[in-house]
């Protein structure tokens, strides 16, 4: 039997099929707010700090708060959803459920994009941040040491990799809150270090030193503070009770990094150099350390370990991120469908290892030393995340008045939640764009979302599997899991 929507159709395919594409966990709230953390944390150890030089310490705080709003919305939303639509594939399960397969197809791509590129751009700066304490080590090896030990976690099993997930979240964390509480009572902190950025010609007020245009410019690194926390609706077939669970997950990791953005932001732009230093800075927490123990090998040593902690972390809560969508829309039939098959543990091994190597490659290409690259895959990544942000807000907005939708948890935000979430995200997208030196990325997206629109309509759109967890959903179909 053969279905059909829109420009898509769809095949049925024998029971067999979705039995060998099946993954299997049972995680608590506490391991998903630890791969929930974890996948953010490195943004709390570097990158953010180029932030401050865009737009000083005021300009940057007013970019953060506008960005933990519209991920405050965008949890709470993707909580809901992901509570009525509990499938692997997250934000591409909400907006193919709302707005057809086509865009379900879109958003799917703009995630896979997000995560496969940022992890490509951490494993790079694990090997930068590595050479201190190996300075003869060829970065290469460290790239495929990274890229293999992960991948054996992930594939290994589930339960083995959010546990691994949690300890590491732990860890990067304590490193953290060291790092606070030293600064604050060696008295290496200084409140007035935070505005030490001087105004550009043609700016009379320091507390914005680049204008209201520098606000824009500090978008993308005030995202860094919290792009990934969206990832955990990817384990809905792997979470025990998601109605429970997983708002509570996503919540609870959702206020840790805002709490930990807040330290971070104000007491690392008040050692040292101050803002003007740590704006310029490739490890920002280098800069607090030394000023306690001292330009040497013991700053350095304990600056590497600190952020290979907040790396690690990142990495492998991304990996398992991209994992899960490439293996739910290769399942669904958008990619090709061998992708999807899971292995004797259950876990998505073809997909991990498809975008272990298109990482690989971009790290690669980054290092030959191909101009702007690492800078466009950055850019990418935020502006695929931004994409996908719009497209989940409006999937919620059409989806919140379905009667035939069960909603197990509300958000409180509601509608209303997710026009603000909608807007600064749309928002955030324009300032963005508004930026000539990020255009590169506008461009990579485009043509990357091009090229899968064409591959979709070509290649995809009358091979679908009807009977994927979240096109049978969509279709109204039932027994899929035969």
């Given at each position: 039997?053969?279905?059909?929507?829109?420009?898509?159709?769809y095949?049925?395919?024998?029971?067999?099929?979705?039995?060998?594409?099946?993954?299997?966990?049972?995680?608590?709230?506490?391991?998903?707010?630890?791969l929930?953390?974890?996948?953010?944390?490195?943004?709390?150890f570097?990158?953010?700090?180029?932030?401050?030089?865009?737009?000083?310490?005021w300009?940057?705080?007013?970019?953060a708060?506008?960005?933990?709003?519209?991920?405050?919305?965008?949890?709470?939303?993707?909580?809901?959803?992901?509570?009525?639509?509990?499938?692997?594939?997250?934000?591409?399960?909400?907006?193919?459920?709302?707005?057809?397969?086509?865009?379900?197809?879109?958003?799917?791509?703009?995630?896979?994009?997000?995560?496969?590129?940022?992890?490509?751009?951490?494993?790079?700066?694990?090997?930068?941040?590595?050479?201190?304490?190996?300075?003869?080590?060829?970065?290469?090896?460290?790239?495929?040491?990274?890229?293999?030990?992960?991948?054996?976690?992930?594939?290994?099993?589930?339960?083995?990799?959010?546990?691994?997930?949690?300890?590491?979240?732990?860890?990067?964390?304590?490193?953290?809150?060291?790092?606070y509480?030293?600064?604050?009572?060696?008295?290496?902190?200084?409140?007035?270090?935070?505005?030490?950025?001087p105004?550009?010609?043609?700016?009379?007020?320091?507390?914005?030193?680049?204008g209201?245009?520098?606000?824009?410019?500090?978008?993308?690194?005030?995202?860094?503070?919290?792009?990934?926390?969206?990832?955990?609706?990817?384990?809905?077939?792997?979470t025990?009770?998601?109605?429970?669970?997983?708002?509570?997950?996503?919540?609870?990791?959702?206020?840790?990094?805002?709490i930990?953005?807040?330290?971070?932001?104000?007491?690392?732009?008040?050692v040292?150099?101050g803002?003007?230093?740590?704006?310029q800075?490739?490890?920002?927490l280098?800069d607090?350390?030394?000023?306690?123990?001292?330009?040497?090998?013991?700053?350095?040593?304990?600056t590497?370990?600190?952020?290979?902690?907040?790396?690690?972390?990142?990495?492998?809560?991304?990996?398992f991120?991209?994992?899960?969508?490439?293996?739910s829309l290769?399942?669904?039939?958008?990619?090709?469908?061998?992708?999807?098959?899971?292995?004797?543990n259950?876990?998505?091994?073809?997909?991990?290892?498809?975008?272990?190597?298109?990482?690989f490659?971009?790290?690669?290409?980054?290092?030959?030393?191909?101009?702007?690259?690492?800078?466009?895959?950055?850019?990418?990544?935020?502006?695929?995340?931004?994409?996908?942000?719009?497209?989940?807000?409006?999937?919620?907005?059409?989806?919140?008045?379905?009667?035939?939708?069960?909603?197990?948890?509300?958000?409180?935000?509601?509608?209303?939640?997710a026009?603000?979430g909608?807007?600064?995200?749309?928002?955030?997208?324009?300032?963005?764009?508004?930026?000539?030196?990020?255009?590169?990325?506008?461009?990579?997206?485009?043509?990357?979302?091009?090229?899968?629109?064409?591959?979709?309509l070509?290649?995809?759109?009358?091979?679908?599997v009807?009977?994927?967890?979240?096109?049978?959903?969509?279709?109204?179909?039932?027994?899929?899991?035969d």
């Open positions: 039997m053969q279905h059909s929507q829109g420009i898509a159709t095949e049925t395919v024998n029971n067999g099929y979705i039995r060998r594409r099946q993954l299997q966990g049972n995680a608590g709230s506490l391991l998903l707010w630890g929930g953390v974890g996948a953010v944390i490195s943004g709390d570097y990158g953010w700090n180029y932030g401050l030089a865009a737009g000083g310490f300009g940057f705080s007013i970019a708060v506008l960005m933990a709003i519209m991920y405050l919305c965008l949890v709470y939303s993707s909580a809901e959803l992901s509570a009525a639509l509990p499938h692997a594939g997250g934000f591409y399960s909400f907006t193919r459920y709302a707005l057809g397969p086509f865009w379900g197809f879109i958003c799917g791509v703009t995630v896979t994009i997000e995560y496969v590129l940022a992890n490509a751009a951490l494993v790079f700066s694990l090997s930068n941040y590595l050479k201190p304490l190996f300075p003869n080590l060829p970065s290469f090896f460290i790239w495929v040491f990274a890229y293999a030990v992960f991948l054996a976690i992930n594939i290994r099993g589930f339960e083995l990799s959010v546990t691994v997930c949690l300890w590491l979240t732990i860890i990067a964390m304590t490193v953290l809150a060291i790092f509480v030293s600064m604050l009572v060696s008295g290496e902190f200084n409140f007035d270090l935070l505005f030490n950025i105004a550009e010609p043609g700016q009379s007020e320091t507390w914005l030193p680049n209201w245009f520098g606000v824009f410019g500090a978008i993308p690194f005030a995202i860094w503070l919290y792009l990934a926390i969206e990832q955990l609706p990817m384990t809905a077939e792997e025990d009770d998601v109605p429970r669970n997983m708002p509570a997950g996503m919540i609870s990791g959702m206020v840790t990094l805002i930990l953005s807040i330290f971070t932001v104000v007491i690392n732009s008040g040292g150099g803002a003007v230093a740590i704006g800075s490739d490890a920002p280098q607090g350390l030394e000023a306690y123990f001292g330009a040497g090998a013991t700053s350095t040593i304990v590497a370990l600190a952020l290979i902690c907040g790396l690690i972390a990142s990495l492998h809560g991304n990996m991120a991209y994992g899960r969508i490439i293996f290769s399942r669904a039939g958008y990619f090709p469908r061998w992708l999807s098959v899971t292995s004797k259950h876990t998505p091994h073809r997909a991990l290892i498809a975008g272990a190597t298109i990482g490659i971009c790290v690669l290409l980054v290092s030959i030393g191909i101009q702007a690259v690492d800078a466009v895959i950055l850019n990418m990544a935020v502006f695929g995340a931004l994409i996908s942000y719009i497209l989940v807000m409006v999937s919620y907005m059409k989806l919140k008045g379905n009667p035939y939708l069960p909603k197990p948890y509300e958000s409180p935000l509601g509608t209303a939640g026009f603000v909608l807007a600064l995200a749309t928002f955030a997208l324009v300032a963005c764009i508004s930026i000539p030196d990020y255009r590169g990325g506008v461009w990579g997206i485009g043509i990357a979302l091009i090229v899968a629109s064409v591959y979709f070509v290649f995809r759109s009358n091979r679908l009807a009977q994927a967890p979240e096109e049978a959903t969509a279709l109204g179909l039932t027994g899929y899991q």
